[in-house]
Nanobody, 123 residues
């Protein structure tokens, strides 16, 4: 089984910064895309940022210029640097790994989610 473990969430004041990490573990040959999603109370889960294996990035309009996604393919880890945080960034942040292949000999792939980490922006 593949597990994604997020860390780095917490309480921060408006204008502050946090860095989230998500490490994938288990039997992994390759991971296609990795991304961060968030879900605020009463709202649907939304994409925050994503990054391909070739480091092509995509951001939600609401975080562009404030958040930066990066990944370390050797460590199967994705990061989200969040700056200039706003109260509306408060949510549970989830990591997702897309197109995870378990073996060189099989093209079968599947997607996995982390358990989520709480980010609260409040004074």
């Amino acid at each position: 089984q593949v597990q994604l473990v997020e860390s780095g969430g917490g309480l921060v004041q408006p204008g502050g910064s946090l860095r989230l990490s998500c490490a994938a573990s288990g039997i992994i040959y390759s991971i296609n895309g990795m991304g961060w999603y968030r879900q605020a109370p009463g709202k649907q889960r939304e994409l925050v940022a994503s990054i391909t294996a070739g480091s092509i990035t995509n951001y939600a309009a609401s975080v562009k210029g404030r958040f930066t996604i990066s990944r370390d393919n050797a460590k199967n880890t994705v990061y989200l640097q969040m700056n200039s945080l706003k109260p509306e960034d408060t949510a549970v942040y989830y990591c997702k790994a897309d197109g995870v292949r378990r073996s060189y000999y099989s093209s079968y792939s599947s997607d996995f989610w982390g358990q989520g980490t709480q980010v609260t922006v409040s004074s």
